[in-house]
């Protein structure tokens, strides 16, 4: 793996729930399933990514620092089949632990799972 972003998804019971985004080396073959499995070994089970999505770059901001608010954009408009990731309150994941997206919440469980 080169590198990797992990974010917070809306969830109803856990508040929030782990995902993460990677990019992997050339030539590198992983798949969602074998990553979860190394975490699973080395994480607590709550830190384990529930959903691991794989690009091909990792967003960056200005400092070369992974841009996590684009992850969860980019989360929220895969899962939920959205343009508008603010739409709703889900921009509360960049405030504070996702509080204020409790419409999406029920539908991102349901297809994390």
Same mark, same amino acid.
């Given at each position: 793996m080169l590198q990797a972003g992990v974010i917070g998804l809306p969830d109803p019971v856990y508040n929030e729930l782990v995902a993460a985004y990677v990019s992997l080396r050339s030539r @590198?073959?992983?798949? *969602? @399933?074998?990553? =979860? /499995?190394?975490?699973?070994?080395?994480?607590? /089970?709550? =830190?384990? $990514?529930?959903?691991?999505?794989?690009?091909? *770059?990792? $967003? =960056?901001? $200005?400092?070369g620092k992974v841009h996590r608010r684009a992850l969860e954009e980019r989360a929220l408009t895969e899962l939920l089949g959205r343009t508008d990731a /603010?739409?709703?309150?889900?921009?509360?994941?960049?405030?504070?632990?996702?509080?204020?997206?409790?419409? *999406?919440?029920?539908s991102v469980e349901a297809q994390i799972r």
């Amino acid at each position: 793996m080169l590198q990797a972003g992990v974010i917070g998804l809306p969830d109803p019971v856990y508040n929030e729930l782990v995902a993460a985004y990677v990019s992997l080396r050339s030539r @590198q073959r992983l798949s *969602e @399933q074998e990553l =979860k /499995d190394f975490a699973r070994a080395r994480l607590a /089970d709550y =830190k384990v $990514p529930e959903r691991i999505g794989f690009l091909a *770059e990792l $967003p =960056k901001g $200005p400092t070369g620092k992974v841009h996590r608010r684009a992850l969860e954009e980019r989360a929220l408009t895969e899962l939920l089949g959205r343009t508008d990731a /603010d739409r709703n309150g889900a921009n509360a994941c960049h405030t504070g632990g996702c509080r204020n997206a409790v419409v *999406e919440r029920e539908s991102v469980e349901a297809q994390i799972r």
